[in-house]
Every structure is written in C-alpha cells, then in structure tokens.
C-alpha cells in the first residue's frame, strides 16, 4: 500500500507452510492471558507489514488508532513488523495499549506468521467477541502478492495470494471460526484472482482496484463509529468502510488531517461477497469453454475492450498492475458481439451479472467518469508481461498456484488472445 506494488516471490503453497512453521502462537501461549465476561461487538486486528519503506508511518497510525478508539465494545489486536525494532504483538481494550509479546525478528510475509497472528487474536479471551475483522497493511500487487519483508536474507520477501489463502485456512483449521471482513488495505488486491482464492474463508472482501493512497482506509471514520455504533453488521460496517473512503478521498483539502493533500485523487474501494465468487469463477469458465480455441472474429474485441477500460491508464498515483475492469470489459465485449455471435455475448453478461452480484458496494472518484466499478482481472498486453519479465523474478500468472487460474482456463484465454502467435512462438 501507499506505493508502488513491486514483485512477490514464489508461491508459498500449504505443504510447505506445514513444514516450516515459523510459530509465534507459543510464544504468545506463554503470557498471561485476562478473561472477561462480556463478549465484545466486535474485535479488529492489524496486520501492520511495516518491516520496509512503510516504516516511517507506524507510529503515525498508532496514534490515530488510539486517538479514536474510545470504547470497550471494540478491541484492537495489533502486529507490528518494523525495520529495526522487534516484533510487537499488543492488545487495545479498556486497559489500554498491553504487549503480549515480542516474538523477535520474524518473516511477516510467511503465511504461517499471520496464521498464528489470526490463531491468537480469534481464540485470546480478552478479546472474544460477536464478530471479527483482519486488516492487512502492507505495500500489495494483485495476483503476484502482498506484504513485502525487507528483512529476509535473500532480499525482498512477499506472501504470495495463495500462502494468504492458506494462512486463512490454517487460522480456520486451528479455530473453527471464519473471519467477518478481511481488509486488504494494499495495492490492486480487489481482483477477481484474489476474491476468488478467498472465497469461502470469510464473509466480505474490502479492497482497492487501483493505487491505495498513503492514507490508506478512513481509520478515523472506522474507529471513531465503532465507538459510537459498535453492534453494526459485517455487511453494513463494509459498506461503511467504502463511504468513508470515498469521504476522505474527495473531501475538500484541510478537511481531514492526511498525509498528503490529495485533492480528489484517483481511489476506489470496493466491498466483495466472497460467497458469490464461485459463480464468478462458473461464469469465466463458461466463457473459456466457449472461446477456446482462438475464433480470430473475437480477438479485436477481446484487446479493445481490455484496454478501454484498463484500470493503470486511469489512476495519477504508482501504477501497480495489468489488470481491466470486469464489468466494463465484458459488458463492452457483449454489445461488440450481440448480433454476431449472440452465445458469446450472452456468456459475458453471465460475468458481469455475476460480478455485480459478488460486488456488494464501490466507489470511485469522479475521475474516472464510471469507468471503475469494483472488481478487475489480469489482462496483460503481451507475452512478457504475462510472465512478468519485468519484475526480475520471472513468474508467471498461471503458475503461482492462483485457484482461479487452475478452475478457469482464463490463462489460456490470456495466452490466446492478448498474446500474438509470433509473440508465443519468440517465448
């Protein structure tokens, strides 16, 4: 978040995850733990990812958090990753600002790390409560990751999609208990790649299609009406979260202490049912069957409507990603194929209907005149940037273990028509 994505490593698959446990559950085991009777509305923990070039901001929103936090019918559980300092794992409650622990220099990009953050918070008895929130706060890029650790020995080390399903997999298998609302306040993480590899591990999706600015979510608005209305539901708190943003965003400069004046910057946010991402998923599936393989009538329409509505050539602030709009490119393909190929096009408007059911709520800014709503998908404009040659690491979209690619075909989809024959033939 609030920079440029850059590259994540290789897939972190759940195997290997098993195998290499860096725990830091038993080391929170061991503190004294203080019981309470009244359950809580509702328990929101921070995944602050501030071991890299985020660091100079944490003590900035430690501070709002504190400021804003005036109520015991809501309670923080707070990791800290930074450059220097050791890890923090704290509580906020009514007694304040409590560290539990100090698990050391640890690897915050491992997904095992935030499967025993997420263990900890879900099952630690002060803070039980009706419904819980994971917020993620890291540099983000898509379909290639989130969380960037610069601490590693190795260099730059991220958690790919598939290790951040797996750890919310692992934090279910270890509590029984699904989280409400997962915020990925990151770069380019509302894509249908990352809502479907989440599906099923929690109730609603909260991400940006673009650039998140350096401000990240409205943490005043959240905190601030948590105190005041702390029994709202999942869905209704979501959608909040999404006015919000768009309040801070487009709000007059000096309205609100941010970081930079941003003046109506380009922003979007977008709450995502991730119990319809399987339709999601049927629907793009349905569509590679159809097209697959290459109709050469399909191709131009196909690249037109990828790059009208181009999610990267809209936004001011660090491009991040190849990814287009979903329901603006395959509604624009319908209308492009309606008279000519009438199957075709129908199965389209299946995935924009079936996005627009899985969208719960967006926004964007007025700069976009409409033409972000919510949800994008790769859509890359050749072969190298299909294996993202550019980023030095050399992965590829289908094979960083995404669910949506292996259940889709949407790759070979990719593969066929925006990228050129001669373009495969030279790779």
């Known amino acids: 978040m609030y920079a440029n994505g850059k590259s994540a490593v290789a897939v972190l698959l759940c195997a290997l995850v098993l195998l290499v446990p860096l725990s830091i559950t038993g080391v929170?085991?061991?503190?004294?733990?203080?019981?309470?009777?009244?359950?809580?509305?509702?328990?929101?923990?921070?995944y602050w990812g501030g071991d890299n070039n985020l660091d100079g901001d944490t003590e900035t929103f430690i501070d709002l958090w504190m400021e804003c936090l005036t109520t015991d019918e809501v309670a923080l559980a707070v990791f800290i990753d930074r450059l220097e300092l050791p890890t923090n794992i704290s509580t906020v409650t009514e007694e304040g600002w409590v560290e539990r622990a100090t698990p050391g220099e640890v690897n915050s990009s491992d997904p095992q790390v935030l499967a025993d953050f997420i263990e900890?918070?879900?099952?630690?008895?002060?803070?039980?409560?009706?419904?819980?929130?994971?917020?993620?706060q890291?540099?983000?890029?898509?379909?290639?990751?989130?969380?960037?650790?610069?601490?590693?020995?190795?260099?730059?080390?991220?958690?790919?999609?598939?290790g951040l399903g797996c750890a919310l997999d692992l934090a279910y298998e270890a509590t029984g208990k699904k989280l409400d609302i997962v915020d990925l306040d990151a770069c380019s993480m509302a894509t249908v790649e990352v809502a479907y590899e989440l599906r099923g591990k929690a109730s609603y999706l909260v991400a940006s299609q673009l650039a998140v600015p350096f401000d990240g979510l409205n943490y005043m608005a959240l905190?601030?009406?948590?105190?005041?209305?702390?029994?709202?539901?999942?869905?209704?708190?979501?959608c909040k979260m999404v006015d919000d943003y768009g309040d801070w965003y487009s709000a007059p400069l000096g309205t609100y202490p941010t970081l930079y004046p941003y003046m109506q910057d380009f922003a979007s946010l977008s709450v995502i049912d991730l119990s319809k991402m399987d339709a999601v998923g049927d629907a793009f599936s349905a569509?590679?069957?159809?097209?697959?393989?290459?109709?050469?009538?399909?191709?131009?329409?196909?690249?037109?409507?990828?790059?009208?509505?181009?999610?990267?050539?809209w936004e001011n602030n660090m491009g991040c990603g190849f990814t287009s709009d979903v329901r603006g490119m395959f509604g624009e393909i319908a209308s492009a194929l309606r008279d000519s190929h009438p199957t075709v096009a129908a199965l389209c408007d299946?995935?924009?209907?079936?996005?627009?059911?899985?969208?719960?709520?967006?926004?964007?800014?007025?700069r976009f005149r409409g033409r972000i709503t919510g949800m994008s998908v790769f859509t890359p404009s050749s072969i190298g940037i299909y294996e993202v040659g550019w980023d030095a690491l050399n992965r590829v979209y289908d094979d960083v273990g995404l669910d949506f690619t292996e259940d889709t075909g949407w790759d070979e989809v990719l593969l066929t028509y925006s990228c050129t024959s001669k373009q495969l033939g030279a790779a």
Request: overall charge negative.
């Open 287 to 313: 569509l590679s069957d159809a097209i697959l393989p290459k109709d050469k009538a399909f191709a131009n329409p196909f690249n037109i409507a990828a790059q009208h509505y181009f999610v990267a050539m």
């Open 28 to 46: 929170i085991a061991g503190e004294d733990r203080q019981n309470e009777d009244q359950r809580r509305s509702w328990t929101i923990a921070m």
């Open 223 to 238: 905190l601030c009406g948590l105190s005041q209305e702390a029994d709202i539901s999942p869905k209704a708190l979501a």
């Open 138 to 162: 890291d540099h983000g890029m898509g379909y290639l990751g989130i969380i960037a650790d610069d601490s590693e020995p190795n260099g730059k080390a991220w958690m790919s999609i598939d």
């Open 350 to 366: 299946d995935i924009v209907s079936s996005a627009s059911d899985a969208i719960v709520k967006e926004w964007a800014s007025w």
């Open 120 to 136: 900890y918070f879900m099952t630690e008895p002060v803070l039980d409560a009706d419904n819980y929130m994971l917020i993620v």
